[in-house]
């Protein structure tokens, strides 16, 4: 990701990190998690020892201080809600632990939809999970945020959510592009809150102090310099 994007700084997980399959052998591309940000802010996040290979979050030292969860949950599939739950789990514990200091951000491909039309077994968890930690989110209607590949339908099921009901200044999810080659959408959320760039101004005054080399002088023409210009100022206090 480095690589990709050097002028930021990102914490990033593969959710098949673990998985002993190789990538030639890998039945399709697979996929993961990622939070990047300015380099400048760097001093002020910290990486949390939390999660696993779905779910990364870090800590801003802003004020107000944020929790950035990023989750990419399991795809629906048999006996998938197993998985689901765990994850849940796991995203439960990162909340219950920073709530209390914290502005909560849970964003990211969450494979479940909060629409009230969608009821399958991963709708049903999400649902539950958002309510019981009171996570809100603003109501963009049915507006879908991923295509079935083929053509086989749209779903809304990527979301950016909070503890916090006022932080959103915008809350907005893209229209599908060509330009875009993912299935998915991209969601975006303008906080009311202000990050500095925390860099220094280049405009202020610099205070530059020097140093004699007291060794390395010509000592001669040191002298010699020391005495004209007590001539001169002699010279000009008696107006000669």
Avoid at 47 to 61: D, F, Q
Avoid at 144 to 172: C, E, M, V, W
Avoid at 179 to 192: D, F
Wanted: hydrophobic share 35%.
């Amino acid at each position: 990701m480095s690589k990709l994007i050097p002028s930021l700084d990102n914490f990033t997980r593969c959710h098949d990190t673990s998985e002993p399959i190789s990538n030639f052998k890998a039945p399709r591309g697979q996929a993961g998690v990622s939070i990047l940000w300015p380099k400048q802010w760097s001093s002020k996040i910290k990486k949390l020892e939390v999660g696993n290979e779905r779910i990364i979050a870090i800590t801003i030292a802003t004020e107000p201080m944020l929790c950035i969860i990023n989750a990419y949950m399991p795809t629906i599939n048999t006996n998938s809600e197993i998985q689901y739950s765990e994850c849940l789990d796991i995203i439960f514990d990162i909340i219950e632990k920073h709530q209390s200091k914290y502005i909560i951000i849970l964003a990211g491909d969450l494979n479940g939809s909060l629409l009230q039309t969608r009821t399958n077994k991963h709708d049903k968890l999400l649902k539950e999970f958002v309510q019981e930690v009171s996570l809100f989110r603003p109501d963009l209607g049915n507006q879908p945020t991923f295509f079935h590949h083929a053509h086989h339908g749209s779903s809304q099921i990527d979301y950016i959510l909070s503890n916090r009901n006022n932080l959103s200044k915008k809350y907005s999810i893209l229209d599908k592009s060509y330009a875009n080659t993912s299935a998915h959408c991209a969601v975006i959320l303008h906080t009311n809150i202000s990050i500095p760039l925390l860099v220094r101004n280049t405009n202020q005054k610099k205070t530059i102090k020097t140093k004699v080399l007291w060794e390395q002088r010509d000592e001669e023409k040191y002298r010699e310099t020391i005495l004209n210009e007590l001539l001169q100022k002699r010279s000009s206090n008696t107006g000669h």
